[in-house]
């Protein structure tokens, strides 16, 4: 799922595409991406883009009269900026927009079809649609411990619920809490001080260290290789490899459409957490879609 950092790259990418350009045509190859229907899309042909911006990990587009499109990528959902008039060739791709200097191609890989697209008027309609998690990098120690522990979860679940913390998910949660050496299941209202400072820190440093350095390849060319599973990431995708940090393997809980990978020895004292004894932890803590996870 594209993340705040992944999400930031691709505004880093669209602003100076977009920014001031207006909307020739809007083409969707797949009706139930539209998940709205007034105003209808068509209302924002002919205006032009005057901001961008990221709403969670969805992508805000807002054109003047304060029209908005907002994209939702969810796991397979992925942007792409071609030549103008690009052709809608295959299943992969739902929509596109086209301007006056180039066409941005909505795809989405496998059967299931989470991507969406929303059209909304004004921005109370378009608050409605962040599910109001606080942002990370913006605020403070006090309020990030706040929102981690309004709910009795776990470290690992209160970091990518969207209604406490805006913009992480399943990738840059687990590389967070491998930087902060805390253990996924551990309880958040059983932090103690200096591990919640761990965590507060490793949150900030680890979500601006990642967005500088994707923003920073967005600005050379557009960000066609979006993914959650990068070469350089300590323990995110990296199972039965070795830690960067002492190389000990890599483990894993899985449990319904997520994956939690960890070392055992920096984060959980040298305990490997077996999926069969943590699923009813899991069950209790974790939602079974990641619709669910993502809903408003």
């Known amino acids: 799922m594209a993340e705040l950092p992944d999400v930031e790259a691709y505004l880093a990418a669209l602003r100076p595409r977009l920014l001031g350009e207006r909307l020739d045509a809007v083409r969707l190859n797949n009706p139930f991406l539209l998940r709205t229907v007034k105003p209808p899309i068509r209302d924002a042909e002919g205006r032009a883009v005057v901001a961008l911006r990221r709403v969670g990990k969805r992508i805000a587009i807002g054109f003047d009269g304060d029209l908005w499109i907002v994209l939702h990528l969810m796991i397979a959902g992925r942007l792409h900026w071609k030549a103008t008039g690009a052709k809608l060739a295959t299943r992969r791709d739902l929509a596109a927009f086209d301007f006056a200097d180039g066409t941005l191609t909505l795809t989405e890989a496998g059967t299931k079809r989470r991507a969406s697209v929303h059209v909304v008027e004004g921005e109370t309609a378009l608050a409605a649609l962040d599910p109001g998690g606080i942002e990370p990098l913006e605020c403070d120690l006090a309020a990030f411990a706040a929102a981690l522990i309004e709910g009795n979860h776990t470290v690992k679940r209160a970091l990518t619920d969207p209604h406490r913390i805006s913009g992480i998910g399943n990738a840059y949660s687990d590389e967070i809490l491998h930087a902060a050496r805390l253990s996924p299941v551990t309880r958040a209202r059983a932090l103690s001080e200096d591990a919640m400072e761990r965590l507060y820190r490793a949150t900030q440093d680890t979500l601006t260290r990642w967005r500088d350095k ?58 490997v957490l077996a999926d069969r004894s943590l699923s009813r932890l899991l069950k209790g803590d974790w939602p079974r879609t990641i619709e669910e996870l993502e809903r408003p």
């Open 214 to 271: 994707l923003c920073a390849e967005a600005a050379a060319c557009f960000p066609e290789k979006v993914t959650a599973f990068r070469p350089d990431m300590a323990v995110h995708g990296r199972y039965g490899k070795p830690c960067p940090d002492c190389g000990t393997a890599i483990q894993r809980i899985r449990y319904a459409d997520n994956e939690t990978n960890y070392c055992p020895r920096c984060q959980t004292e040298g305990r």
